[in-house]
């Protein structure tokens, strides 16, 4: 057996240990190699329960927090999920094994064409991507079954994300409240009614308005958000 696939169980076994349940998340975990979507000196990490830099200031997240956002989703095969902050394209990947197709939007370009290629060299032909900004939604394809963002917003989600989400549609969003972030399950009960309930406390970049320019500073988030998406 490979050195990644021993590694790979661990974490699985991990996973569970933490109180992730959903065997169909768990095993799409499994069919993902993270291996492939962090810096090559960084593989060594791949299995190992922690975020970790992906360029341009952003991270890939905590395999416990891509888990439990996506158990918290309620993924269903025929569900069609709106994703803000493609990144590296992993948390994409494993939402790809389990709905039938994910919208992803990525403020930041060139994250994004990597992330496209790995969508291609793993064949999997239910994502459709954009380079915009994620905070106003992707109205050509609303509504949604489920929005799923990996980047904290400020207070609440934007109107634009609560307004293209299904009546009976599941959102999960990291939110800032006084410097802390709370991940976030929003159930829309009715057109402007929502049930809200608190996951775990965790940290995530900031969700920035607007597409970012091509040619940017590594330093770009080194403001209080600066850390990275772990619990
Ligand atoms: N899900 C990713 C995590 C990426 S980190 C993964 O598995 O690798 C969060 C991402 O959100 C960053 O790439 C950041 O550029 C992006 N982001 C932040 N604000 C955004 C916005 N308004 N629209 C689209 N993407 C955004």
Known sequence: MSLFATR?????MHLRRLGVADMKVLEAIERVPREVFVP????DQAYEDMALPIGRG???????????????????DRDKVLEIGTGSGYQTCVLAQLCRRVYSI??????????????????????TT???????????????????????????????????????????????LDGKQV??????????????????PVRFVPLLPDIAPDQVPETENTDEFMQTAMV
Request: net charge positive.
């Open 183 to 200: 991940l976030r399950r929003y159930k829309k009960e009715g057109e402007d009614t929502f049930a809200l309930k608190d996951i775990m």
């Open 106 to 127: 990525e403020r930041h370009r060139p994250l994004l064409v990597q992330a496209e290629q790995m969508f291609n060299d793993l064949r999997l032909r239910n994502i």
């Open 58 to 76: 952003q991270t890939i997240s905590q395999p416990f927090v891509v888990a439990t956002m996506t158990e918290r989703l309620e993924l269903s």
């Open 40 to 43: 090559a000196a960084m593989q």
């Open 130 to 176: 954009i380079a915009g900004d994620g905070m106003k939604g992707w109205k050509a394809q609303a509504p949604f079954d489920k929005i799923i963002c990996t980047a904290a917003a400020r207070g609440k989600p934007p109107q634009e994300l609560l307004d293209q989400l299904k009546i009976g549609g599941i959102m999960v969003i990291p939110v800032a």
């Open 8 to 12: 790979k169980i661990r974490l699985i």
